[in-house]
């Protein structure tokens, strides 16, 4: 029985030393396990690292424009381009002596200081937080950057030279850019090149406006602070409208908008007002008397402009060019803002005027257009660093949903931010 019994313990000894071996190999398996998956992890997430850090691309820019060349700051900036180009079929004399004048908004000028331009280093002028300055000079500037950048960057600026099929089919295939940006403005046809729709939205602002430009050749071309006046109201009554202070709509400002921007040479002068049915707009909408716009600009400009800068006159009048009546304010944006080339991988955005653009001028445009670029640099980093085509095409949608954010906002806030405040 003794016997018996001290078999039994032998096999349960030799049963618990089998079991605490086999837990000990589990352990030993289950750790060296984690440790190889916790290596896999660290040397993967590492060599991406890695690849994202080292990641650079070929940027095209069409357009040598305000937003052309504020994409090409954005695009050097972002740290993941390897080679730059920037095309326009304008030569450098035309593109500089541009004589109208940009008025920069707060949310352009903090965009700008952010990607490093110093104003105090660009003929202008400040006023109420804008900063406002000719085109041309604002383009030499952001050229004389660029020219700076090609210590790091391959930086190439062509000019004279038009976007076409022809200038596609010379770039050898290991040279393509693999991010395409259109800023040709309103009028170039890089989009119809590289086959993206024509198509747009036209939709309206629920505004009425007109435009006049006044040209003085013994005026100075000198950046000019812009001049607004509020709640205008016109006698027409020598047309048989009286000039009743009717509005519909108690949450906008009754009646006529003002502004005067521009140098003392080249004078712009915008008139809006909110949509309305008052006897006077409806008048205004259909007159077919070309003189009516015009004595109101004439007398506007008159009252409102600068001490130091001349009247106009019946003499000086011929200088004045603008609508012939009002019409209604209308923002068209395109309905594809960001396309993908799959047979040449390359992802191609659409910036500025050529994508969205508004038919009345209020000296504030080119803010429409930066604000369409807050998004370019994710965008590049994105389209560098993407994995595979799902990647690129999730950029791709997030920059035209930016692009659509933009168009609506100004619909919503635009004129009220640029005419009525």
């Known amino acids: 029985m003794d016997g018996l019994q001290s078999e039994n313990a032998g096999v349960d000894g030799i049963g618990e030393n089998a079991e605490e071996k086999y837990r000990a190999l589990a352990y030993d398996t289950a750790l060296s396990t984690l440790v190889a998956v916790a290596v896999y992890v660290v040397v993967k997430v590492s060599l991406d690292g890695i690849r994202q850090w080292r990641a650079r691309i070929s940027v095209l820019i069409v357009g040598s424009g305000p937003v052309g060349l504020t994409a090409a700051l954005v695009a050097v900036r972002s740290g993941k381009v390897l080679k730059l180009t920037v095309l326009d079929e304008r030569y450098r004399t035309a593109l500089l ?64 030279t038009k976007f076409t099929e022809e200038y596609l089919r010379r770039i050898p295939h290991n040279d ?17 090149v590289l086959g993206i729709s024509s198509d747009y939205t036209v939709e309206s602002c629920h505004a009425y406006g007109a435009n006049a ?37 108690p949450t906008t400002k009754p009646g006529f908008h003002l502004k005067i921007y521009g140098t003392f040479r080249n004078r712009y002068i915008a008139l809006a007002c909110p949509s309305s049915d008052t006897k006077m707009v409806r008048f205004l909408r259909h007159t077919a008397n070309s003189s009516i716009m015009k004595n109101i600009f004439h007398q506007s400009f008159n009252a409102y402009k600068t001490d130091i800068e001349p009247r ?98 100004f619909k919503q806030t635009g004129l009220a931010e640029s005419m009525y405040d």
């Open 176 to 192: 393509w850019p693999r991010v395409i940006v259109v800023a040709d403005g309103s009028c170039g046809d890089s989009c119809s």
């Open 97 to 160: 002596c541009r004589p109208q004048q940009i008025a920069l908004d707060p949310r352009s000028v903090k965009f700008l200081l952010g990607l490093g331009v110093d104003f105090d280093n660009m003929e202008g002028c400040w006023h109420n937080e804008h900063f406002f300055t000719r085109i041309g000079v604002f383009q030499e500037y952001l050229l004389s950057i660029l020219e700076q950048k090609k210590q790091k960057v391959d930086v190439k600026v062509q000019l004279g």
């Open 312 to 409: 106009l006159s019946d003499v000086t009048l011929h200088h004045m060019q603008c609508s012939r009546r009002l019409f209604e304010i209308q923002l068209s944006h395109r309905r594809i803002s960001a396309a993908y080339i799959e047979g040449d991988n390359v992802a191609v955005t659409v910036e500025g005027e050529a994508a969205r653009v508004l038919n009345f001028d209020t000296g504030c445009g080119v803010n429409l257009g930066m604000q369409g670029l807050e998004s370019m640099g994710t965008f590049i980093y994105r389209i560098a660093t993407a994995v595979d085509q799902n990647d690129i095409l999730e950029a791709l949608l997030a920059k035209m949903q930016h692009s659509r954010q933009v168009a609506e906002a």
């Open 213 to 249: 430009t006044i040209e003085r050749l013994d005026q100075r071309q000198v950046p000019t602070p812009e001049i607004r006046a509020h709640s205008l109201y016109f006698d027409l009554s020598a047309y048989g409208v009286e000039a009743l202070r009717e509005h519909r709509n």
